[in-house]
């Protein structure tokens, strides 16, 4: 019995039964790269070095000595779908001049380190204060009470061209803590 091409229907079948074949291995291999693309892209994650991002706080001479101020601003490592939340925000302080005659800082993440609430400075006591669980840290950042289980965050930070610089803060945590500070 042959149709109108001149083969048998048992010729049919096997040239229909190598096409699925095909198709199926086909299937497999692209399947195969739709699953390995994230994975390797997450593998490769592992040797990309992270850009450092540098936000200006203004000039150095700025901030007066023993004072410890807030200074606000944008997040360049923000969203713009972020809005408001994009706003942030440190705590500076200068502590004067090194034996080289270089302005000295300490710069506090304004995140509380017990769940990350804003705290906020009180010079009349010399203390942050976080109004969420009632953390309290002493001037120079360290826990006084509450349930922070350590001081407040630092920044790194770095002068540059006269200008006092952080590193692009992220929220800080216990697993994933900012290098320790370091003039830059």
Request: proline content about 9%; overall charge positive; glycine content about 10%.
């Amino acid at each position: 019995m042959s149709n109108s091409s001149g083969q048998t229907g048992a010729e049919q079948v096997p040239k229909r039964r190598t096409f699925l074949q095909w198709l199926t291995y086909a299937a497999g291999a692209l399947a195969a790269i739709l699953f390995a693309i994230p994975l390797v892209g997450y593998l490769a994650g592992a040797f990309r070095k992270p850009k450092i991002q540098w936000v200006p706080l203004g000039p150095s001479s700025g901030f007066p000595i023993g004072e410890t101020r807030l200074a606000r601003f944008k997040n360049e490592l923000g969203q713009p779908w972020d809005g408001m939340a994009a706003l942030m925000g440190v705590y500076v302080r200068k502590l004067g001049k090194d034996d080289k005659q270089q302005d000295q800082f300490v710069v506090f993440a304004m995140n509380c380190a017990h769940l990350g609430c804003p705290v906020s400075w009180f010079p009349q006591s010399g203390l942050f204060m976080c109004p969420c669980h009632g953390g309290v840290y002493y001037e120079n950042g360290d826990r006084a009470s509450g349930p922070p289980p350590r001081a407040l965050f630092q920044c790194v930070w770095r002068i540059q061209d006269g200008q006092l610089e952080i590193q692009a803060p992220h929220l800080p945590t216990l697993q994933n803590t900012l290098r320790k500070p370091a003039r830059v």
